[in-house]
């Protein structure tokens, strides 16, 4: 399963789950197995099997607060492991603060210029579960790019009202080190930068905006692509995963060689997912909003299509559940909501509830096979 985010991790979702499997099946062989697809979780999804350790740095947050962000490196000490969320991600800013008008990845550029700085030529970074809309101006801010107003000022830390501000860029005093260094960026959707599918009206809203702030937001987004295109030559407007992250894979595409690849599938692959459910009579995924969005690369689909490949039965289980027809003609045996629609969202994702909702559903879900 995927955390259900804000409340419980994958390792914890996976936990409730597999005591709802025993209270029916006490003697049931289970596995659980945590997944990420480049949100929260990433960092523990990959780190264990590749091997190495965990370590901390302070950067500025979403808000130019201050955070220690987690992040890893492989035991041959030459990959970094970078989880977005831990740098410029939502749960670090509360929910009255939310506003991706404002918000900065500044903090996500200074720990890869940190990073760089100590030999570090090779990330995977997941950029999921971002708390910014900027177009990965504030990321490429921390590794030495300026950007230049109209009036020709150079722009202050970037976010995501800054966007139609930009009239040029210079990368006279980029680290030099960006050119010989190789990202692998996981992304958990495919939308392009900007438009009706874009980075502001798919996403903005759940990061605080309001319906004005996501039609200034687009602008923004549509302007900056221009700018990234004359300097670049690169056209990121309608390339697909641009705008994860609120345009920060845009960013990693036009300025830092970023190979873009959906995250669920590089942590299948990592984790080699095939083998390990070899022989499995059910499966049981989860996320915490299952809607229209899953289909677009997120854990459950990806769970579900190497499923497909062995005739295993895959459900779904959710915080929240939305096209529920579409999820089940994608495949799902089965999808289902933990809490009534009715009950208010800060209560649904109080965690001991939501462990117990978990564990009642499964359960429920197993007597009636």
């Not at 259900?4 to 006490?26: D, I, M, Q, W």
């Not at 808000?63 to 670090?92: H, N, P, Q």
């Not at 177009?135 to 139609?164: D, R």
């Not at 989860?286 to 229209?292: F, L, N, Q, S, T």
Request: hydrophobic share 40%; charged share 20%; net charge negative.
């Amino acid at each position: 399963m995927d955390s259900f985010k804000g409340c419980l991790s994958s390792a914890e979702v996976e936990a409730a789950a597999e005591e709802g499997v025993r209270s029916v099946y006490p003697d049931c062989s289970t596995f659980c197995i945590p997944i990420a697809d480049g949100g929260e979780g990433w960092l523990n999804s990959l780190l264990p099997k590749l091997g190495g350790s965990i370590h901390r740095l302070s950067v500025h947050g979403p808000l130019m607060e201050f955070v220690f962000a987690r992040y890893g490196i492989t035991k041959d000490g030459r990959t970094a492991i970078l989880e977005m969320a831990e740098t410029s991600g939502l749960m670090l800013v509360p929910i009255p603060k939310r506003n991706p008008m404002l918000t900065t990845s500044l903090g996500t550029g200074e720990l890869i210029l940190h990073l760089m700085n100590q030999g570090i030529r090779h990330f995977i970074i997941g950029i999921g579960g971002s708390a910014t809309n900027d177009g990965g101006i504030g990321m490429l801010q921390s590794l030495g790019f300026l950007f230049y107003n109209h009036q020709g000022g150079i722009l202050s830390t970037g976010c995501g009202e800054m966007m139609c501000q930009v009239a040029r860029m210079d990368m006279t005093f980029v680290d030099p080190a960006l050119k010989d260094t190789c990202f692998t960026v996981a992304c958990d959707v495919d939308n392009p930068f900007y438009g009706p599918n874009g980075a502001a009206y798919t996403f903005a809203i759940q990061k605080g905006a309001d319906e004005q702030m996501v039609e200034s937001l687009d602008m923004g987004l549509r302007s900056l692509s221009e700018v990234y295109r004359r300097t670049t030559g690169i056209d990121v407007g309608q390339y697909p995963g641009a705008g994860a992250a609120g345009g920060v894979g845009g960013a990693f595409l036009s300025f830092m060689h970023g190979k873009l690849q959906p995250g669920v599938q590089l942590v299948l692959n990592t984790l080699g997912f095939e083998k390990q459910i070899a022989g499995a009579d059910l499966i049981i995924t989860g996320e915490g909003k299952a809607d229209r969005q899953t289909m677009m690369g997120k854990v459950p689909y990806g769970v579900l299509e190497e499923a497909k490949e062995q005739q295993i039965p895959v459900v779904l289980i959710a915080g929240r559940v939305e096209n529920a027809d579409m999820l089940l003609s994608a495949g799902f045996q089965g999808v289902y909501q933990i809490s009534p629609d009715s009950m208010p969202l800060e209560e649904a994702m109080e965690p001991n509830y939501t462990r117990n909702n978990i564990k009642r559903t499964v359960a429920k879900i197993l007597c009636s096979l």
